[in-house]
């Protein structure tokens, strides 16, 4: 019996329009999937764009520190400076050439330490010395260099970036104050390109360009200096400092992949919308097949005015393999889409097969900053800095006649030993030098790490005590420890990734091997786990990954290692441990999994496969063998352990 024609029309337009919708539905639930992930990792990149900005901009202010202690704060200079502070303006004049024969060596030097910039000013915030354009001096600073204006004002350091009336750079503005006198303040600033080898030493594969804006930098220039400037080619607003690479210290040139992806971003939106918006981002930009991520770090101007943008560029492999999973992911679904379409219209061509169809279709649907203190042969202190006490909370006369081992210093985990036993008080038994790190505590009970240098301090060939810098690196090592975390863990489960078990297990074998001591290895794989995350989400599937592993945890020593290996499986390294123990923790983490239920999931399972190290094994061949008896174990039935025969 053949349809009539008005109701087969209706049929093929049904048939079309229903499978339509369940495409764009599909469609959009794997754009999202794809979108999801790549936030994820743009938002990773942007973090680790800030935290190497971090730590590369703070490793610099501290050598800027380190700078000024040891070249400014002479007597000499100091002599000049209150000189010209005290003289008339033809004073002034000379002190100013004495100055720049005194410090022009210096200069050279911190030129070649990729120091752009030595300017001292005077205490009314006027030029006094620019070593990089002597011949501009006397004009006042105000309206155009906040950082000096807060510097003299605070009498305190000022560190950030900032534009000028010469050049932009990183600021690091110290106050002069020598005998209470306030002299006035100098700036050792440093240019992008200083950063950049530091990030660059970080990443090297990463591509780095720094964006002025036009409003805030071009009022400040003087005019010979805006010839350096160039509109960028992202928009007029926006500046690049030497295009033609003429400055000794212009950074070199984008590599052509990445001067093309720059290219690319005057007309990406995402990319306009992460500018305007004046915040750290990363967006990613495709080309030629590649795909690219561009970062965004904001940098403002000490007085908070937004200034400049960092850009970063690196190719991310990540995203490329995200986009080819989607591709092919939507070009399955497009190919189980018309062919559930055209399985449903060749079932409703026939009324004797409607329900069939109907059915099938329901199926488809539903699936210097430096301390220093000097102490005498007792380990007395005798003299203190005023940044040492800033650093460690303590009043000099707190400090002065105590014995800095007893007062402040810790050792390793934060105790206390005897003083002939201090590294730093035995330069003065041992007439030798020591550099290390070491543990200082403040007044208020605060642990810091500190780098410390000590040595010995003569008299007639005589030890007479000694002298200590230190400074705080406190956040530094939070930052390396920060860094070190994200290396060797797993960001959704807490714990450890691929990458540090492999480094772990080779290591355990090393020991084995030389001790003659096996250990065991617990491979495990979550049954059926696509079906949680298809029938539930990922975000469902997150939990379930997560409830295993508090299951693990409870159950394991903390010698154990514990590590995800990929997707849903996980491994559990175990130091000392015999076939038979480990076997039997496999059974009752077994029993534990059927046992426990997770709410709006139910109970979950898992197969365990379990080997034992033996002589000459390496990291690969003791992995598959778990993994094969785990493959065993899912052959059986799932829900099991298979273990090695004794």
């Not at 510097?151 to 110290?174: L, M, S």
């Not at 060749?346 to 430096?370: G, P």
Request: hydrophobic letters at 40%.
């Amino acid at each position: 019996m053949k349809l009539p024609d008005r109701l087969y029309k209706r049929i093929c337009w049904g048939v079309c329009l229903l499978s339509l919708a369940f495409w764009s539905c599909g469609a959009a639930y794997l754009r999202h999937e794809r979108d999801t992930q790549e936030k994820l990792q743009l938002a990773g990149q942007t973090h680790a764009q800030e935290v190497a900005w971090q730590a590369v901009t703070t490793a610099h202010r501290i050598a800027m520190q380190a700078y000024f202690d040891s070249y400014i704060m002479q007597p000499e200079v100091l002599d000049i400076l209150q000189a010209a502070t005290t003289g008339d303006r033809n004073q002034q004049a000379i002190e100013r050439v004495r100055l720049y024969r005194k410090l022009s060596p210096v200069y050279e030097q911190f030129r070649q330490r990729d120091v752009r910039q030595l300017h001292f000013h005077t205490p009314d915030n006027r030029s006094f010395l620019r070593f990089h354009s002597p011949h501009n001096s006397g004009d006042s600073l105000v309206a155009s260099r906040p950082s000096v204006v807060e510097a003299n004002r605070t009498r305190k350091p000022v560190f950030g970036f900032e534009t000028g009336r010469v050049i932009i750079g990183f600021r690091n503005v110290f106050p002069i104050v020598w005998q209470g006198q306030h002299l006035g303040s100098v700036e050792l600033s440093q240019p992008f390109e200083a950063v950049r080898k530091g990030l660059h030493d970080l990443d090297a594969a990463k591509d780095y360009l720094l964006l002025l804006k036009s409003s805030v930098l071009l009022p400040k220039l003087f005019d010979e200096h805006k010839k350096n400037y160039a509109p960028s080619l992202i928009s007029q607003d926006w500046l690049v400092e030497d295009p033609q690479r003429e400055l000794p210290d212009s950074p070199p040139p984008l590599s052509p992949v990445s001067q093309e992806v720059y290219k690319l971003l005057k007309t990406d939106q995402g990319f306009q919308a992460a500018l305007a918006a004046g915040k750290p981002a990363s967006v990613a930009i495709s080309h030629v097949g590649q795909v690219f991520q561009v970062s965004l770090v904001p940098l403002h101007d000490t007085d908070g005015a937004a200034s400049a943008v960092m850009l970063t560029f690196v190719r991310t492999p990540e995203l490329e393999s995200l986009y080819a999973s989607h591709r092919t992911n939507l070009l399955v679904f497009t190919i189980m889409t018309l062919f559930g379409g055209t399985a449903l219209y060749l079932f409703l061509s026939s009324m004797q097969t409607v329900l069939e169809q109907e059915q099938r279709l329901a199926l488809i649907t539903s699936n210097i900053a430096d301390g220093i203190y000097v102490m005498d042969g007792q380990g007395r202190i005798t003299f203190v800095n005023e940044r040492a006490t800033e650093i460690l909370g303590f009043a000099p006369d707190e400090l002065n006649g105590q014995i800095a081992h007893d007062l402040f210093h810790r050792h390793a985990g934060g105790n206390q030993t005897v003083l002939e036993e201090c590294p730093i008080y035995r330069v003065i038994q041992t007439r030798g030098r020591y550099e290390g790190e070491e543990q200082f505590i403040q007044k208020n009970g605060d642990l810091l790490m500190v780098e410390v240098a000590s040595q010995p301090m003569l008299k007639s060939g005589r030890i007479i005590g000694s002298v200590t810098v230190f400074r705080d690196i406190t956040e530094r090592k939070q930052l390396e420890e920060q860094l070190r975390l994200l290396s060797i863990t797993d960001p959704l489960t807490g714990v450890y990734n691929r990458r540090f078990l492999q480094e772990t297990l080779l290591k355990e074998l090393c020991r084995a091997e030389r001790h003659g001591e096996p250990f065991s290895l617990i491979m495990l794989d979550i049954d059926h786990f696509k079906q949680v995350n298809d029938r539930y989400g990922h975000d469902v599937g997150d939990q379930v990954l997560r409830h295993l592993v508090k299951l693990i945890q409870k159950r394991i020593r903390s010698s154990d290692c514990l590590a995800r290996w990929g997707g849903e499986e996980f491994i559990v390294l175990l130091p000392h441990t015999g076939l038979l123990a480990a076997a039997a923790l496999a059974e009752t983490l077994l029993e534990d999994l059927r046992v426990s239920e997770l709410k709006g999931v139910g109970c979950v399972t898992a197969s365990f496969g379990v080997a034992v190290s033996r002589p000459g094994d390496t990291v690969e061949q003791l992995g598959q063998r778990a993994d094969a008896l785990m493959y065993l174990a899912k052959q059986a039935g799932r829900n099991c352990v298979r273990a090695e025969s004794v």
